[in-house]
């Protein structure tokens, strides 16, 4: 587990889970069809729109960023790791360029960002890789199918509807050979959070709604990348921690992350007397030495490849001319080299 600091230059306590353009910005995004609340669309993906909007006009939109900004160091550094330059690739939910941010353009030599919120859009972080903007939503990419040679995401897919939809069209848009690399919360996140107010909740009006929005479950990652078509796949998780001074700090920072929950069935209104106790107990089950409370997110990253002829197969069931047997016999051999 690895830890962040919560900065500490606030005016105040800054609510709620979870450069200019290089070119034209699309003036709205495509419009899906129209979405039903209920088990097969659990987000309001129009409000969850307003909320990073809101996020992004923020006067400092930058002082809530620093999770974003570690995350998508960690999928820029999965970036370096490949040996290769990427003539065009493509940021989906990319927000204010977090991954763009910490690439370089010997590595990639343009750049789509793709964003549902136009104000984060307007607000990206300055880059030296030539960038096109477009807003869009990451379940609907406009884009021809072999059109990409990277797509990176970076804490944005856990909000979609339909992901299995997602993964098919991050996958219908990427040239044979070409890579997606992605991270997105996990299961674990925000786990302190979701247990003092279900706590105080039942303390309080006995009962509790959920706060924190629902994440998938890292077994299911590799299935549903498997099934959109990818291969050679690599599902990892991590977790990062962050202190902060209270729980009202902590919802503080999701809103201004853009991460207030959107699910169809949240509660409205929290009663002042349930928050209290819930950060009450939060203290006194998590609290720190110092005072101070830990937040832990979990994070899911992913690795996927679009099948090409040149890519590496497995061998052959059968194919093999030496037998794990053997191998006492070449640790025999090796010390009798020794002497």
Known sequence: MRGLSRPVLRAGWCGRLCAPPRRALAASPPSPPAATSGALSPFDRRLKR???NWAALQAEPAKCDYLREEVGGRIADRVFDITR???????????????AQHLTKETVEKLVQVDVAENALKNAVE???PTVK???DEEFLPFKENTFDLVVSSLSLHWVNDLPKAFKEIHHVLKPDGVFIGAMFGGDTLYELRCSLQLAELE???????????FTAVADLGHLLSRAGFNTLTVDTDEIQVNYPGLFEVMEDLQGMGESNCSWNRKPLLHRETMLAAAAIYREMYGNSD???PATFQI??????????????PAQRGSATVSFGDLAKIEGLISRGKK
């Open 291 to 293: 005072g101070s409370v």
């Open 134 to 136: 477009v807003v869009a």
């Open 300 to 313: 899911y990253y992913m690795i996927g490849w679009k099948y090409h002829e040149s890519q590496a197969k």
């Open 50 to 52: 307003k909320q990073k």
């Open 127 to 129: 880059t030296e890789i």
């Open 85 to 99: 330059t990427f003539p065009l690739a493509l940021d989906v939910g990319s927000g204010r360029g977090y991954i």
């Open 204 to 214: 309080r009006e006995g009962g509790f709604a959920p706060h924190v929005s629902p």
